[in-house]
C-alpha cells in the first residue's frame, strides 16, 4: 500500500504495524487495554489474507501464535498484565523451541485485577524474568502512537531475525492516547524474514546454529522432518538428560541476543551532552521528562535524558558511560521501582534517584521539574 497518514490510537498503531511486517495470525483473548488490538486485528487480518482466531483464554491464545509460527506465518498475540501472567510458561517454550512470536502487553495497574482502565509500568520484570528457567527475552518500549508502530514492525524483525519471543511493553497510556500515524510505503519497509534450511533433508538438523548462533528453521508440512520439544534437546531436537548438552543449549539460547545486544539495543539521548543531571526513563513518563527537561534548563539547569526504547537487553554499557558522565540521575517509573534497580546496579556509584508513581497517572512535567529542582540543589 502506499504511504498513508491517519489520525489513531497507539493500540490501532500497534495492529497496523504488525501487518505492515508481515504478521497474518493472531490469537487472541479481550482484555484491557488492550482489546482494541483485538478488535482491530479481526477487521484487518480477513481484509490481508490473514487469521484471527479469538480463544477461551491467553493460554491457548499465545500457544496458537507458537504454532502458526512453525507453520510459517508471522504471528502475533496481545494481552495486558493479568493475561501475560497465563502466558509466561508459553513464553518459555517459545524461548526452548525458538520460535519467532510477537507478545504485546499494554500494561495496567496491578497486581492481580488491579486498575484496568489504568497504565502502569509493572510488567517490566516480569517480562524479563516471568517464565522459569535461564534464558533471554528481547523487550521493546515504544513512546508515542508512531513507536507503536515502528516498533511493532522492530519487534518483527528481531523475534524473525534471532528466533526469539519479543515483547512489545506499552503503558495503557500510550496504547489509548491517539497521535498522527505515518504508515510507511509498503515497499520502503526493511523486513525480515527467518533463515530457511537449504541442505538436504537427510542432512537436515534442525537445531544446528549457524554463525550468527541461530538455526535456520524449517516449516511444518515441508520435506524437512524435525521433531520440537520443551525439553531439553540436542542438534536432532531429541530430548536428552546430558549435563553437556544442557549446558550448550542454554548458553547457545542466551548468547544468540547478548551476542547481538547492539543491534537489539534502542536508545535515545537527549540533551546529555552538557547535562549533570539525566533523567532514565521509557514509555510515558519519558513524555512529561521532555518538557521538564526543556522547562529546567530555561532555569539554567543542565539535564537531559536517556530514553530507553529496549529495556531488554539491557543497555549495561550505556547506563554505565551515562553514570560516569553525570553527578545524578532520575528515574521516573509507573511503579515501585523495576528499570531504577538496573540503572542503579550499572551506574553505581553515581546517586540514582526513584521518582516512584504505581498509580494510573503518569508522572507530570511540573512533578519531575520539582525533583529535577531537588537534586540540583543537592
Known amino acids: 500500500m502506499p504511504r498513508r497518514e491517519i489520525f489513531t490510537m497507539g493500540d490501532i498503531a500497534c495492529a497496523e504495524g504488525a501487518i505492515s511486517a508481515g504478521c497474518r495470525y493472531f490469537g487472541g483473548y479481550p482484555i484491557t487495554p488492550a482489546t482494541e488490538i483485538a478488535e482491530w486485528m479481526a477487521v484487518r487480518m480477513p481484509e490481508v489474507g490473514g487469521a484471527f482466531v479469538q480463544y477461551e483464554d491467553e493460554i491457548a491464545s499465545i500457544t496458537s501464535a507458537l504454532g502458526a509460527s512453525w507453520a510459517g506465518t508471522k504471528a502475533m498475540t496481545a494481552t495486558s498484565g493479568p493475561g501475560a501472567s497465563l502466558m509466561m510458561e508459553s513464553v518459555?517454550?517459545?524461548?526452548?523451541?525458538?520460535?519467532?512470536?510477537?507478545?504485546?502487553?499494554?500494561?495496567?495497574?496491578?497486581?492481580?485485577?488491579?486498575?484496568?482502565?489504568?497504565?502502569?509500568?509493572?510488567?517490566?520484570?516480569?517480562?524479563?524474568?516471568?517464565?522459569?528457567?535461564?534464558?533471554q527475552i528481547i523487550g521493546l518500549t515504544p513512546a508515542s502512537v508512531q513507536e507503536m508502530f515502528d516498533l511493532t514492525v522492530r519487534a518483527f524483525n528481531l523475534s524473525e531475525?534471532?528466533?526469539?519471543?519479543?515483547?512489545?511493553?506499552?503503558?495503557?497510556?500510550?496504547?489509548?492516547?491517539?497521535?498522527?500515524?505515518?504508515?510507511?510505503?509498503?515497499?520502503?519497509?526493511?523486513?525480515v524474514d527467518r533463515k530457511m534450511p537449504t541442505v538436504d533433508p537427510s542432512d537436515y538438523l534442525p537445531f544446528k546454529p549457524g554463525d550468527d548462533l541461530v538455526p535456520p528453521m524449517a516449516l511444518l508440512g515441508?520435506?524437512?522432518?524435525?521433531?520440537?520439544?520443551?525439553?531439553?534437546?540436542?542438534?536432532?531436537?531429541?530430548?536428552?538428560?546430558?549435563?553437556?548438552?544442557?549446558?550448550?543449549?542454554?548458553?547457545?539460547?542466551?548468547?544468540?541476543?547478548?551476542?547481538?545486544?547492539?543491534?537489539?539495543?534502542?536508545?535515545?539521548?537527549?540533551?546529555?551532552?552538557?547535562?549533570?543531571?539525566?533523567?532514565?526513563?521509557?514509555?510515558?513518563?519519558?513524555?512529561?521528562?521532555?518538557?521538564?527537561?526543556?522547562?529546567?534548563?530555561?532555569?539554567?539547569?543542565?539535564?537531559?535524558?536517556?530514553?530507553?526504547?529496549?529495556?531488554?537487553?539491557?543497555?549495561?554499557?550505556?547506563?554505565?558511560e551515562l553514570g560516569s558522565q553525570v553527578r545524578h540521575i532520575i528515574v521516573p517509573e509507573q511503579n515501585m521501582g523495576q528499570i531504577y534497580y538496573m540503572?542503579?546496579?550499572?551506574?553505581?556509584?553515581?546517586?540514582?534517584?526513584?521518582?516512584?508513581?504505581?498509580?494510573g497517572t503518569p508522572q507530570l512535567p511540573d512533578e519531575i521539574l520539582q525533583k529535577i529542582k531537588e537534586v540540583h540543589s543537592l
Open 222 to 320: 515441508t520435506k524437512y522432518q524435525f521433531y520440537a520439544t520443551g525439553l531439553t534437546h540436542d542438534e536432532r531436537g531429541y530430548p536428552t538428560d546430558s549435563d553437556e548438552v544442557q549446558i550448550e543449549l542454554i548458553t547457545r539460547l542466551s548468547e544468540k541476543v547478548l551476542r547481538h545486544v547492539y543491534d537489539i539495543i534502542d536508545v535515545e539521548k537527549y540533551m546529555l551532552d552538557d547535562a549533570d543531571i539525566a533523567i532514565v526513563a521509557y514509555g510515558t513518563p519519558s513524555r512529561s521528562a521532555r518538557k521538564a527537561i526543556k522547562d529546567a534548563r530555561a532555569e539554567g539547569i543542565n539535564v537531559g535524558m536517556l530514553r530507553l526504547k529496549s529495556v531488554w537487553p539491557f543497555p549495561e554499557k550505556i547506563v554505565s
Open 343 to 359: 540503572v542503579r546496579a550499572f551506574a553505581a556509584p553515581t546517586p540514582i534517584h526513584l521518582m516512584t508513581k504505581p498509580a
Open 92 to 135: 518459555g517454550l517459545a524461548v526452548m523451541t525458538e520460535t519467532p512470536v510477537v507478545i504485546v502487553n499494554i500494561m495496567r495497574g496491578g497486581p492481580s485485577t488491579g486498575q484496568p482502565t489504568r497504565g502502569q509500568q509493572g510488567d517490566v520484570f516480569q517480562a524479563k524474568w516471568g517464565s522459569h528457567g535461564d534464558y
Open 161 to 191: 531475525r534471532y528466533r526469539v519471543p519479543v515483547f512489545v511493553l506499552a503503558d495503557e497510556v500510550v496504547g489509548h492516547m491517539r497521535e498522527k500515524l505515518v504508515i510507511p510505503d509498503e515497499k520502503d519497509l526493511k523486513l
